[in-house]
Structures are given as structure tokens and as C-alpha cells.
């Protein structure tokens, strides 16, 4: 790291991937869904399934703002950290803000599922259906569908919340949140941890990763 | 504690929803103002109306086991072809005389859960008739699966499927 604290790294190349990749495809998943592109949502929904596993061993073993133990922890903070905001007290963060971890929980949650039910999922015909719909039967493959449907509407409610709240952090409280999660760097923290992808970690992760897909894809 | 994290979060969000989730309902509201009596009319061939409804969809969920059994199959690497055989001889047979299944007062007006739309019965020739082609690719899966012959099983297949999908796009809710 630099001295110039105009260089703090707060988030690793591998987050900022992750959460790109994220945007572009949830619009991509909802409309190869909605176009009936089921060959394409299939092969999307297991990159997104990639992503989010990744995201999830890297919040154990990664870089030190992408782990979830701190975020836990900062979890109590969260009505203090509000108040604070409505004062306009707050400083940036190094890393996920008490509410800001809030939201990723939250957001990962919804994924989760989405992803999760998504495997198991039969459309109205039986034609088509997610790659481990096979290990169920039809009747209960049509119900993990309709709760698919639900709960992507839980997940854009809660991608629009994560939008107001990054656009009242730009415009209210002078924070561009945007930035620093292109360049990885914002000039004005305290670093309290080194960001860092260390090799052995990644290498964990992909293999994990990797292993979990190629079971996935060959349960038929 | 994933599950129930979203719960929590949905009465929040519930505002939101509303923007996102367009497209549906307004068929099933009016259904469940119509009269109960309705439901437990008697139809000319003897059965209630909710007996009619609750058959068909009996009926058609035979179809969807069936059809999603093929499916796994043809998705699997070695597919077992007596499973497809017997799943294919299931389409014709849970789907026969299936054109009376919907008659007049049948439909989500009768107050009972249904899938169906009204539509069926401003264009019951055309609906007819997509059922009729439904039961005859149904019909010429199932001699192709007694046949044996992947490949012409998943063309045979496809084909059905389409007929499905057909009658699903224009006649019933959702999806």
C-alpha cells in the first residue's frame, strides 16, 4: 500500500467483479425468464449460482472487508450508526457500513434463495426445469417455482432499496459510494486491515467453487 | 434464518412489490366475490363444478409428472427408456376426452381456484382445437417412445411440448 491515503484500498478486485457481474445479470436472468429463454437462464442461473458461492466462501476466507464475522459484529451498531446518519455525524467506512452490512446480508439472502430454488424449479409444462429438479417430484418442483417468482420480487424490492439508499448517500450526505466500488480506493479512511487477495485463498475458493458446478451439472 | 430474514423484510417492502409485481391478477379477484352456490352447481354431465375443476387439474398434473419424467430422462446421459415409455403412454390417456372438461360456467366466474381464463370460453373453437393437437402429438409421442428411438423421441417431444405451451399462452393464468 501507498502512503498517500488517497489510495486506501477498501475492496478487492474479486468484490468489485462479483458485484458487477451481479448487476449485469439479475436484468439478464429476468429477461431470458420472461423471453422464455430457458436454455440461457439455466446457463446464466449457474454463473449467478458460481458468483454467489464464491461470494459466500469469500466472506469466510477472503479479504479482510469482504469477511462476515466483522460484519456481524458491526450489526449491533446499526441503530446507533442511523441515528448518526440523520444527524449527519458519520464518517466513511473502512469497509461495509453497520447498515451498509445489513444490506448485504439481506441481499445475499434473497440470492441465496433465488439461485437455490431456481435449481430446483419446473416450469407449467414439465418441459423445462432446473438442473437438480430431477431429485424431486413435479408437484413440489411447480411450488419451488411460484416461491422463485415471489421471491425475485423480494430481491428487486430489496436491489431498489440498496439504490435509494447508495443515491441518498451520493446526493444527502456527499458520500459517492459508486466510485470506490469501480476503483477499489477511496481517499478519506483510516485503513483498519490490509485489503489483500492472497493466492492460496482464491485458489480455495475457485476450487470449491469448480467442485460444487461439476456436481451440480452432472446429478442428472 | 435466511428464509426468515426475507419474511421480515417483506412488509417493509411491500410498497415496492407492488411496482414490480405487474402483470397478474385481476381474474382471480372477481372469482373469489363470485357466489359459493355456483361452485356446488350441478353441470349437465353430472358433476359439480368444483368436482369438473378439481378432475381436470388432477388430470392435468398426471400430464406434468409425465412429461417432466421424460424430460429428466432426456437430460440424463444414459436415458432409461421403459420410464419414457411408460410416461408417454400416461400423456394420451390422462389427457382423453379432455375437449369436455370445460364446460360453460367452469371457469374462474364460478368463484373455485382456476388457472383458467375466460378467454376459453370466448374462443372455445380455437381452444378445441388446440387441444385436439395437443392429443394428437401426445398421441405420436407415445408410438415414438414404443418405437424406442431417442432422437425421435425428443423431436416427438418438443412437439408435444409446443402444443402445451400453445393452449398455456393463450388460456390460462400466469406463467
Same mark, same amino acid.
Given at each position: 500500500?501507498?502512503?498517500?491515503?488517497?489510495?486506501?484500498?477498501?475492496?478487492?478486485?474479486?468484490?468489485?467483479?462479483?458485484?458487477?457481474?451481479?448487476?449485469?445479470?439479475?436484468?439478464?436472468?429476468?429477461?431470458?425468464?420472461?423471453?422464455?429463454?430457458?436454455?440461457?437462464?439455466?446457463?446464466?442461473?449457474?454463473?449467478?449460482?458460481?458468483?454467489?458461492?464464491?461470494? +459466500?466462501?469469500?466472506?469466510? @476466507?477472503?479479504?479482510? *472487508?469482504?469477511? %462476515?464475522?466483522?460484519?456481524?459484529?458491526? &450489526?449491533? =451498531?446499526? /441503530?446507533?450508526?442511523?441515528?448518526?446518519?440523520?444527524?449527519?455525524?458519520?464518517?466513511?467506512?473502512?469497509?461495509?457500513?453497520?447498515?451498509?452490512?445489513?444490506?448485504?446480508?439481506?441481499? +445475499?439472502?434473497?440470492?441465496? @434463495?433465488?439461485?437455490? *430454488?431456481?435449481? %430446483?424449479?419446473?416450469?407449467?409444462?414439465? &418441459?423445462? =426445469?432446473? /438442473?437438480?429438479?430431477?431429485?424431486?417430484?413435479?408437484?413440489?418442483?411447480?411450488?419451488?417455482?411460484?416461491?422463485?417468482?415471489?421471491?425475485?420480487?423480494?430481491?428487486?424490492?430489496?436491489?431498489?432499496?440498496?439504490?435509494?439508499?447508495?443515491?441518498?448517500?451520493?446526493?444527502?450526505?456527499?458520500?459517492?459510494?459508486?466510485?470506490?466500488?469501480?476503483?477499489?480506493?477511496?481517499?478519506?479512511?483510516?485503513?483498519?486491515?490490509?485489503?489483500?487477495?492472497?493466492?492460496?485463498?482464491?485458489?480455495?475458493?475457485?476450487?470449491?467453487?469448480?467442485?460444487?458446478?461439476?456436481?451440480?451439472?452432472?446429478?442428472? | 434464518?435466511?428464509?426468515?430474514?426475507?419474511?421480515?423484510?417483506?412488509?417493509?417492502?411491500?410498497?415496492?412489490?407492488?411496482?414490480?409485481?405487474?402483470?397478474?391478477?385481476?381474474?382471480?379477484?372477481?372469482?373469489?366475490?363470485?357466489?359459493?352456490?355456483?361452485?356446488?352447481?350441478?353441470?349437465?354431465?353430472?358433476?359439480?363444478?368444483?368436482?369438473?375443476?378439481?378432475?381436470?387439474?388432477?388430470?392435468?398434473?398426471?400430464?406434468?409428472?409425465?412429461?417432466?419424467?421424460?424430460?429428466?430422462?432426456?437430460?440424463?446421459?444414459?436415458?432409461?427408456?421403459?420410464?419414457?415409455?411408460?410416461?408417454?403412454?400416461?400423456?394420451?390417456?390422462?389427457?382423453?376426452?379432455?375437449?369436455?372438461?370445460?364446460?360453460?360456467?367452469?371457469?374462474?366466474?364460478?368463484?373455485?381456484?382456476?388457472?383458467?381464463?375466460?378467454?376459453?370460453?370466448?374462443?372455445?373453437?380455437?381452444?378445441?382445437?388446440?387441444?385436439?393437437?395437443?392429443?394428437?402429438?401426445?398421441?405420436?409421442?407415445?408410438?415414438?417412445?414404443?418405437?424406442?428411438?431417442?432422437?425421435?423421441?425428443?423431436?416427438?417431444?418438443?412437439?408435444?411440448?409446443?402444443?402445451?405451451?400453445?393452449?398455456?399462452?393463450?388460456?390460462?393464468?400466469?406463467?
Amino acid at each position: 500500500m501507498t502512503a498517500d491515503r488517497a489510495q486506501t484500498l477498501v475492496w478487492d478486485w474479486t468484490i468489485r467483479l462479483f458485484h458487477w457481474l451481479i448487476v449485469l445479470l439479475i436484468p439478464l436472468m429476468w429477461w431470458t425468464a420472461e423471453e422464455g429463454m430457458m436454455d440461457w437462464h439455466r446457463r446464466l442461473g449457474l454463473t449467478m449460482f458460481a458468483l454467489i458461492l464464491f461470494r +459466500l466462501v469469500w466472506g469466510v @476466507i477472503g479479504s479482510w *472487508t469482504a469477511r %462476515f464475522v466483522p460484519m456481524i459484529k458491526r &450489526l449491533r =451498531s446499526v /441503530p446507533a450508526y442511523v441515528r448518526g446518519l440523520i444527524a449527519c455525524r458519520n464518517g466513511p467506512s473502512f469497509g461495509h457500513s453497520p447498515i451498509g452490512s445489513l444490506a448485504v446480508f439481506a441481499l +445475499l439472502a434473497a440470492l441465496s @434463495i433465488q439461485v437455490g *430454488t431456481g435449481l %430446483f424449479s419446473v416450469d407449467v409444462d414439465g &418441459l423445462e =426445469s432446473g /438442473p437438480l429438479a430431477i431429485l424431486i417430484s413435479f408437484k413440489t418442483g411447480r411450488e419451488i417455482a411460484d416461491f422463485h417468482e415471489l421471491n425475485f420480487n423480494i430481491l428487486v424490492a430489496l436491489v431498489a432499496l440498496h439504490i435509494i439508499a447508495v443515491a441518498i448517500y451520493r446526493f444527502v450526505l456527499k458520500d459517492d459510494l459508486v466510485r470506490p466500488m469501480v476503483t477499489g480506493r477511496r481517499g478519506d479512511v483510516e485503513p483498519v486491515s490490509t485489503v489483500k487477495v492472497r493466492p492460496m485463498a482464491l485458489i480455495a475458493s475457485v476450487v470449491i467453487v469448480a467442485a460444487s458446478l461439476y456436481a451440480i451439472i452432472n446429478a442428472g | 434464518m435466511k428464509t426468515l430474514r426475507v419474511k421480515t423484510a417483506a412488509p417493509a417492502i411491500a410498497a415496492v412489490m407492488i411496482l414490480t409485481a405487474c402483470g397478474e391478477s385481476g381474474g382471480s379477484e372477481a372469482a373469489s366475490e363470485a357466489s359459493s352456490e355456483a361452485a356446488s352447481a350441478q353441470l349437465p354431465n353430472g358433476m359439480t363444478i368444483k368436482e369438473q375443476i378439481e378432475a381436470r387439474q388432477g388430470q392435468l398434473e398426471k400430464v406434468g409428472d409425465a412429461f417432466k419424467a421424460i424430460s429428466d430422462q432426456l437430460k440424463a446421459g444414459s436415458p432409461d427408456i421403459a420410464v419414457i415409455q411408460e410416461a408417454a403412454a400416461a400423456v394420451p390417456e390422462a389427457t382423453q376426452g379432455m375437449a369436455d372438461w370445460f364446460p360453460e360456467g367452469s371457469g374462474p366466474e364460478s368463484g373455485i381456484d382456476t388457472d383458467a381464463l375466460p378467454s376459453i370460453w370466448e374462443n372455445m373453437p380455437d381452444f378445441q382445437e388446440k387441444v385436439g393437437n395437443m392429443q394428437e402429438a401426445a398421441a405420436a409421442l407415445n408410438t415414438a417412445a414404443q418405437g424406442g428411438d431417442i432422437a425421435a423421441i425428443g423431436e416427438a417431444f418438443k412437439t408435444t411440448g409446443g402444443t402445451c405451451k400453445a393452449c398455456h399462452d393463450d388460456y390460462r393464468l400466469d406463467d
